[in-house]
């Protein structure tokens, strides 16, 4: 008679295996990790975020007598009325660029519009800056964009 077939243990499996799974895992974790790092909002534009009310008082304070500053110019004759326009429109679109982080300075009219700012700025640039600087005739009186400067350091949210 033959005797019975004896069991055999199961094969194990080389330990390098074991070490490649860990070393699997371990990449895709650092990869998810690397993904979340690198996508989230930099602090820099959460530091864009308002500022604090005296900071924005003090601000206000700081433009609304730049613009007294660049009307009495134009009343002592120091600058002409084109020159007095064209800084008092860089003076406000400053103001809306500290205050808000919005690259105002460097945006077109039509720019500010897409993106849906202060309708007082839209209608400074539109009615007393852009008229003014660009135009061929005479430039508007800068009392009125002194006043409409005055309005967007005001209403400006």
Do not use: C, K
Not at 17 to 32: D, E, Q
């Amino acid at each position: 008679m033959s005797e019975p077939d004896e069991l055999y243990p199961p094969v194990q499996y080389a330990p390098i295996w074991m070490l490649l799974a860990f070393a699997v895992i371990a990449a895709v974790i650092a990869a998810i990790w690397l993904i979340l790092l690198f996508t989230r909002p930099r602090r820099a534009a959460a530091a864009a975020a308002p500022v604090r009310a005296d900071a924005l008082t003090m601000l206000r304070r700081e433009y609304l007598a730049d613009i007294d500053r660049i009307e009495q110019a134009w009343q002592a004759r120091e600058v002409t009325a084109r020159e007095a326009n064209l800084e008092l429109s860089r003076a406000t679109r400053a103001f809306v660029n500290e205050y808000s982080g919005l690259e105002a300075p460097v945006l077109a009219l039509e720019d500010l519009v897409a993106r849906g700012v202060h309708p007082s700025l839209v209608d400074a640039l539109r009615r007393h800056y852009y008229p003014s600087i660009f135009g061929r005739g005479p430039a508007i009186d800068p009392a009125a964009g002194a006043q409409a400067a005055r309005r967007v350091v005001a209403e400006w949210h």
